[in-house]
């Protein structure tokens, strides 16, 4: 299927329709946020699943019942899915954690006004294209990846869902409220994961015992979380997900592009990387 029978067009952006009815991207909208929520934010296939299980835990102070009893996408909600407007979120005590894939120029009013906390994570765009590629041909409200060439050309000109990479990086990278923004890389979370829970909890005003830090990172970490039922997505029926074409929690590793690009792919990518973000001073760790 094509992205005019998939996909609708929200802000500029496409997203899969299935996903985000009119009655959601709605409801988002007008979502009233709280100083005090926590809200992951991610450009797709960057860490989303991640965070939704390492949060709650940091903020359950290591009480595991949250992650093996609720579904990731009840856990900590994504804002703009359909899903959301059924969980009576206003009810919720605070702090709510959400997730959104929104660039940061569509985010609400009451975003602006309220400036939650957020825990904003990158990852090496070469990598978010791989998982990119991966899920898009297991995933049937998304359009057939089709060849690696012809998925890249999408890739680098943002014609996926959720627009370009680059553009959602840039803007949250210069959003103003950064007093309340944890900028966070997927690749340092690899690298040292107990380190980066410690250093979320420290954004999050939790200082957590050595012993809850190193169980958090322990369950967390990719084989560990991987046997989660309540955050492989093994629950999303087979018509929707199939995990048997590439599983949701694939492979977990940073660097992962080097087993799939060409040397033509490569140069390709890197020229366009390298006009795109030629203005950002930012230091990533993939530079
Ligand atoms: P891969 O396809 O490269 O394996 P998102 O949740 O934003 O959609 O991102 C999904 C990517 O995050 C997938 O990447 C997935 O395997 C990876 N991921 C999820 N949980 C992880 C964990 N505990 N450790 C490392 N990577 C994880």
Redesign the pocket.
């Known amino acids: 299927m094509t992205e005019a029978e998939l996909y609708s067009v929200h802000k500029g952006v496409y997203v899969p329709t299935h996903l985000h009815p009119p009655e959601s991207l709605k409801y988002c909208e007008e979502f009233t946020f709280r100083q005090e929520d926590i809200l992951i934010v ?13 949060v709650p835990l940091i903020v359950s102070e290591g009480d595991m019942t949250p992650v093996l009893t609720v579904p990731n996408w009840d856990r900590v909600p994504w804002l703009e899915e359909h899903r959301a407007m059924l969980l009576s979120l206003e009810q919720r005590p605070s702090p709510r954690v959400f997730a959104t ?1 929104f660039h940061h120029r569509m985010m609400n009013e009451s975003y602006f006004k309220m400036k939650p906390r957020v825990l904003y ?1 990158m ?1 090496n765009p070469k ?2 294209f ?3 590629y ?2 898009y041909g297991m995933a049937s409200y998304l359009v057939n990846p089709g060849t690696q060439d012809e998925f890249m050309e999408k890739f680098l000109h943002g014609n996926i869902m959720f627009g370009s990479w680059f553009d959602h990086v840039k803007g949250w990278l210069n959003a103003e409220e950064k007093e309340s923004i944890l900028y966070i890389f ?1 690749e340092e ?2 690298a040292d ?1 107990k380190g980066s829970v410690e250093k979320i909890g420290q954004f999050l005003g939790k200082s957590l015992k050595a012993d809850v830090t190193e169980k958090i990172a322990d369950h ?7 046997q989660n039922k309540m ?1 492989n997505l093994s629950l999303v029926p087979e018509e929707f997900m199939n995990q048997k074409k ?8 940073a660097g ?1 592009w080097k087993n799939h690009f060409s040397e033509a792919q490569e140069k390709r990518f890197d020229a366009v990387y390298e006009d795109k973000m030629k203005d950002v001073k930012f230091k990533f760790p993939w530079d």
């Open positions: 991610t450009y797709p296939k960057s860490g989303t699943t991640w965070m939704q299980e390492i894939h994570v990852r990598d978010v791989t998982s990119s991966h899920y997927y979370m690899i994961l967390c970490v990719f084989k560990n979380m991987k955050s590439s599983e949701f929690l694939r492979k977990g590793i992962d």
